[in-house]
T-cell receptor, first 112, second 112 residues
C-alpha cells in the first residue's frame, strides 16, 4: 500500500464508450502523474500536474483528457478509444521537488 | 529513449545478494540515479536514489562509481518476493521537476 488508490482496477469498454479513471492520494503531495504501460513496452509518461496545473503533456491523443480538480484527485477521461489503447494505466504522486514518486496499483483497461 | 543500459534478465539464489548493474555513461552532473522496481501487474515501487555518494536504506544499497558512469543496486539478502523488474533511471529530479523515463529494466528472478 503506497497511499495512492486507483479505481476501477479493471475496466472493459467499447470503442464508442466514455469512461473515467480515478486516482486519489491523501499523502499531502501536490504533483500527480498519469503513465501508460502497454504490453511489452516501457512505462510512458502521459500527463503531469503540479499544484493542479498541467505541466506536461507528452503528445497524448485528445481521446485521453486529464482533469485535476484538487491536489488529492486526478482523473483520466476516456472517449472513443482504440483497441491499441488497451494497457495498464498508472497514477503516481509526489512532492514537486521530491525524489520519490508513489504509484497506485493501476487500472487494467481493455478496449474492445 | 532511456539514458541507461541494463541487462535484460538476471537470476539470484534466495538468501544471496543480488547485484544489479546499470550503465549511464552520458549522465550529467546534476542528474540523479534512481532505482524502482515493479512486481508483476503492480505499480512501480521506489527503492533508492543517489547523486555521487553510495547510499543505503532498509531495502537496498546503491553503489555509484567515482566517474558516475555506472552504478550497482545491491539487495543484500534476496527473497522470493524480490522477484520483479528493476528499473535504473537517470533524471534531474524524481518529482515533477523532472519526469521519470523508464526503460525496459532488468527482470530479476530469485530462485529457491
Amino acid at each position: 500500500e503506497t497511499g495512492v488508490t486507483q479505481t476501477p482496477r479493471h475496466l472493459v469498454m467499447g470503442m464508442t464508450n466514455k469512461k473515467s479513471l480515478k486516482c486519489e492520494q491523501h499523502l499531502g503531495h501536490n504533483a500527480m502523474y498519469w503513465y501508460k504501460q502497454s504490453a511489452k513496452k516501457p512505462l510512458e509518461l502521459m500527463f503531469v500536474y503540479s499544484l493542479e496545473e498541467r505541466v506536461e503533456n507528452n503528445s497524448v491523443p485528445s481521446r485521453f483528457s486529464p482533469e485535476c480538480p484538487n491536489s488529492s484527485h486526478l482523473f483520466l477521461h476516456l472517449h472513443t478509444l482504440q483497441p491499441e489503447d488497451s494497457a495498464l494505466y498508472l497514477c503516481a504522486s509526489s512532492h514537486p521537488r521530491g525524489h520519490e514518486q508513489f504509484f497506485g496499483p493501476g487500472t487494467r483497461l481493455t478496449v474492445l | 529513449d532511456a539514458k541507461t543500459t541494463q541487462p535484460t534478465s538476471m537470476d539470484c539464489a534466495e538468501g544471496r545478494a543480488a547485484n544489479l548493474p546499470c550503465n549511464h555513461s552520458t549522465i550529467s552532473g546534476n542528474e540523479y540515479v534512481y532505482w524502482y522496481r515493479q512486481i508483476h501487474s503492480q505499480g512501480p515501487q521506489y527503492i533508492i536514489h543517489g547523486l555521487k555518494n553510495n547510499e543505503t536504506n532498509e531495502m537496498a544499497s546503491l553503489i555509484i562509481t567515482e566517474d558516475r558512469k555506472s552504478s550497482t543496486l545491491i539487495l543484500p539478502h534476496a527473497t522470493l518476493r524480490d522477484t520483479a523488474v528493476y528499473y535504473c533511471i537517470v533524471q534531474r529530479y524524481g518529482g515533477s521537476q523532472g519526469n521519470l523515463i523508464f526503460g525496459k529494466g532488468t527482470k530479476l528472478s530469485v530462485k529457491p
